[in-house]
């Protein structure tokens, strides 16, 4: 079984300010996580992903993560926020294993980013 | 860049009907997933698809879902009967063979009144 939690469903910043979003984890298996974002009436856009290798992922557009096996956390950052950061944010878990044809994604409730001037 | 895509980006059914949501997942892609997000909501998964078969399926895709790769490019989700409580955003991934990231599309919003 898997699970994540977001532990903050809002979170507000100024602009030029750092951004942390909070994730933990749960899973029964070594675990794959990633980091989406989902903008206004657009799709889920993969920011990064952490399956094995460096345990700090950097994504794109600034945002890194770090994976910390001891504390099931996964969470989010970047140095200075923009106004076009302000989005919602899932932090998902996968299994590791590339299983055949499995490998579901299991989504946290989300953590809605604003960045204010 | 390839990307999948999903049509159409809004359905809005009567209570009782039949729909189906379309998805040209990645080319080379060989796994392909069915989300849907509720208003509000997390995205939760549905259906995972693997060889012309389904490999995992949640508990919300019951008897009245189904779903099909009827050529080499498309994939399909069905719902037979909707329901009021079928109203969600429906999101269609692909991923390839080898690597753990799922490529989503736009997603479908299907409104059952």
């Known amino acids: 079984a898997q699970s994540v939690t977001q532990l903050d469903s809002h979170v507000s910043v100024s602009e030029g300010t750092p951004v942390l979003l909070r994730c933990n984890y749960s899973?029964?298996?070594?675990?794959?996580l990633f980091w989406y974002v989902q903008h206004p009436n657009k799709g889920l856009q993969l920011l990064l992903k952490y399956t094995s290798a460096a345990t700090l992922v950097k994504g794109i557009n600034g945002f890194e993560a770090e994976f910390k096996k001891s504390e099931t956390s996964f969470h989010l950052t970047k140095p200075s926020a923009h106004m076009s950061d302000a989005a919602e944010y899932f932090c998902?878990?996968?299994?590791?294993?590339?299983?055949?044809?499995?490998?579901?994604?299991?989504f946290g409730t989300g953590t809605q980013l604003k960045v204010e001037l | 860049e390839p990307e999948v895509t999903q049509t159409p980006s809004h359905q809005v059914t009567q209570m009782g009907q039949e729909v189906i949501l379309r998805c040209v997942p990645i080319s080379n892609h060989l796994y392909f997933y069915w989300y849907r997000q509720i208003l509000g909501q997390k995205v939760e998964f549905l259906v995972s698809?693997?060889?012309?078969?389904?490999?995992?399926k949640s508990e919300i895709f019951d008897d009245q879902f189904s779903v099909e790769r009827p050529d080499g490019s498309n994939f399909t989700l069905k719902i037979r009967s909707t329901k009021l409580e079928d109203s969600a955003m429906y999101f269609c991934?692909?991923?390839?063979?080898?690597?753990?990231?799922?490529?989503f599309g736009p997603g479908t919003r299907l409104t059952v009144t």
């Open positions: 991934a692909s991923r390839e063979q080898g690597s753990h990231e799922q490529y």
């Open positions: 698809f693997y060889n012309n078969e389904i490999s995992e």
């Open positions: 998902v878990v996968s299994d590791r294993r590339l299983t055949g044809g499995g490998n579901k994604l299991t």
């Open positions: 899973s029964s298996y070594s675990p794959s």
